[in-house]
C-alpha cells in the first residue's frame, strides 16, 4: 500500500498547508509548472518525489526533472506529464501515446482544473491535481491525495488549500 500526494503547477511558490497535507504521504508527485527548485527541497525533505518538468519551467528543472515518468506501482502502471488534456479533449499526440504505453493511470498538470475521471475510451484513469500555486486563473489552490494498493486506487481526496490570493493562506492553524 502506498499513500500518494500529487500536485502541480506550484509556479515557485510553497506553503505550510501543502507540506501539512503531504506530510501522512508516503510519496509525492510533482506534474509539472514546479517555477522554481526551492519548491522542491521542502518537499524532497519530507518524502520521496516524482517529478516531472511542464512548460514554464527553465533549464535547471529540466535537467533535474524528465518531461515524462513511467512508474509501476502496486500492480498499476502510471504515466505522468505536463501537458496532456483532458478525457475527450487530448492533446493531439496524446491518444496515440496512451495506445503505445497503455497507463492505468495518466497524470497530467497544466490546466488548473483539478479533474479525477475514468477515460472509457482508453480504460485508464485520468488525474488533474488542479494547481497548488498562486500564480494562474484558478479561484483555489488545489492538490489530490490518494492510495495505490493491489493494483486498486482508493482513499481519492481532493484537497482545497485556499484561495489563490489569501496570503493567509501560507501558514496552517
Known amino acids: 500500500m502506498t499513500r500518494i500526494g500529487l500536485l502541480s503547477d506550484t509556479h515557485g511558490y510553497i506553503d505550510d498547508r501543502i507540506i501539512h497535507h503531504l506530510s501522512d504521504c508516503d ?33 535547471e528543472i529540466r535537467k533535474t526533472y524528465p518531461v515524462e515518468q513511467h512508474v509501476e506501482i502496486e500492480g498499476l502502471t502510471v504515466w505522468m506529464t505536463h501537458i496532456a488534456g483532458r478525457p475527450g479533449r487530448y492533446k493531439s499526440s496524446i491518444p496515440a501515446l496512451i495506445r503505445l504505453r497503455k497507463p492505468d493511470i495518466l497524470i497530467c498538470g497544466h490546466s488548473h482544473i483539478l479533474k479525477v475521471a475514468k477515460d472509457p475510451v482508453f480504460d485508464c484513469l485520468y488525474m488533474n491535481p488542479g494547481a497548488a500555486g498562486k500564480h494562474g486563473f484558478h479561484k483555489v489552490r488545489t492538490l489530490l491525495r490518494f492510495t495505490i494498493d493491489k493494483g486498486k486506487v482508493t482513499d481519492m481526496q481532493a484537497v482545497e488549500l485556499g484561495p489563490r490570493a489569501d496570503r493567509s493562506a501560507d501558514s496552517v492553524e
Open 27 to 59: 510519496e509525492i508527485w510533482h506534474a509539472g509548472d514546479i517555477g522554481d527548485l526551492s519548491v522542491m527541497e521542502p518537499l524532497e525533505a519530507l518524502k520521496p518525489v516524482r517529478a516531472v518538468y511542464g512548460n514554464i519551467d527553465g533549464t
